[in-house]
C-alpha cells in the first residue's frame, strides 16, 4: 500500500492490524488521525459534554449494542438480530421522542406508507412529507428541458428544503430519510432541524442497496475503477 503523506485523514486506506483507533496501544500509519489529531479529536469530544448531544450518543451506543444477542457470551462471535426499522423506533423509543418525520422519494411512496404503518403500530406520531411537495417547476432552479428526466413535459422538483422546513415546522423530534436522491439528500441534513437518519439509501439499479457495487467493484462493476465512469456523459440530448 501507497503512504499518503498528506496531513488529511486516510483511514480506509489504513492496513494495520492492531489499529490505535480500535485498541489501546495500537498503531497506525503515517496518516492517523488518532495519531496525529489529538487537538481536534480533544475539541470534538467536548461536544459530548453538551447534555442533549451526550444523551443521544450515549442511547445511540446502547441501541448499536443491544443489536446483537448472546454479548456475554464467550469467545464472543457478532450475532445480529434487528433490521435497521426495528433499531430506529428502539432508539426513538429510548429517547421519548413523540412526533417522527418521513421525508421520502415519491419512487418510494409504498415504502414510505409501509414505514408509516410501522410507526404509527409503534405508537409515535407520523409526519411525513414527499419530494415532490409544492409541485414547483424544475425551471424555478435553471433546470432546461433537456435536463429533465421527461424531456419536453412538466417536471415538479424535488424540494428537500421544503421537506425540512415543513417538517421543522410540524416540530417532528426525528426525521428518517426514505430514497432522497443523491444531493436532495445532503440539502434535507443541511435544513433539517431534528436529528436525522437515513432508512433507504436510493440506489435505482441495485433496489436499493447501493453496497452491492462495493462487493462487486472487481468483477460486475469493474468499470467503476476506471477514470470517466459515466460513458454517456458526452451523449447529447
Not at 496501544?25 to 496525529?36: A, E, H, Q, V
Not at 428526466?149 to 422538483?157: L, T
Not at 437515513?198 to 436499493?208: G, Q
Request: hydrophobic share 35%.
Amino acid at each position: 500500500m501507497s503512504e499518503n503523506k498528506s496531513d488529511n485523514p486516510q483511514c480506509a486506506l489504513c492496513d494495520v492490524k492492531d489499529k490505535a483507533c480500535r485498541i489501546e496501544n495500537g498503531t497506525g500509519p503515517i496518516f492517523c488521525p488518532t495519531k496525529n489529531k489529538k487537538e481536534t479529536i480533544k475539541q470534538a469530544i467536548n461536544e459530548y459534554e453538551k447534555p442533549t448531544v451526550r444523551e443521544f450518543s450515549r442511547m445511540a451506543s446502547i441501541q448499536e449494542a443491544e443489536c446483537y444477542s448472546d454479548r456475554d457470551v464467550k469467545p464472543y462471535v457478532p450475532h445480529p438480530v434487528k433490521p435497521r426499522v426495528q433499531e430506529i423506533c428502539e432508539l426513538a423509543k429510548k429517547m421519548s421522542y413523540k412526533k417522527l418525520g418521513i421525508a421520502f422519494c415519491a419512487g418510494l411512496h409504498n415504502e414510505a406508507k409501509a414505514l408509516a404503518e410501522i410507526l404509527n403500530a409503534q405508537g409515535f406520531n407520523v409526519v411525513s412529507v414527499v419530494c415532490k411537495v409544492g409541485c414547483t417547476p424544475k425551471e424555478a432552479i435553471g433546470i432546461r428541458d433537456n435536463e429533465k428526466v421527461r424531456i419536453g413535459e412538466f417536471e415538479s422538483m424535488c424540494s428537500p428544503i421544503v421537506q425540512a422546513m415543513l417538517l421543522n415546522e410540524a416540530e417532528t423530534d426525528f426525521n428518517i430519510l426514505v430514497g432522497l436522491c443523491v444531493g436532495h439528500d445532503s440539502l434535507f441534513f443541511k435544513y433539517s432541524k431534528a436529528y436525522t437518519t437515513v432508512l433507504v439509501a436510493k440506489d435505482r439499479v441495485l433496489a436499493h442497496n447501493p453496497a452491492a457495487a462495493l462487493y462487486t467493484k472487481d468483477g460486475y462493476y469493474a468499470r467503476l475503477l476506471r477514470p470517466g465512469i459515466d460513458v454517456e456523459k458526452n451523449r447529447k440530448l
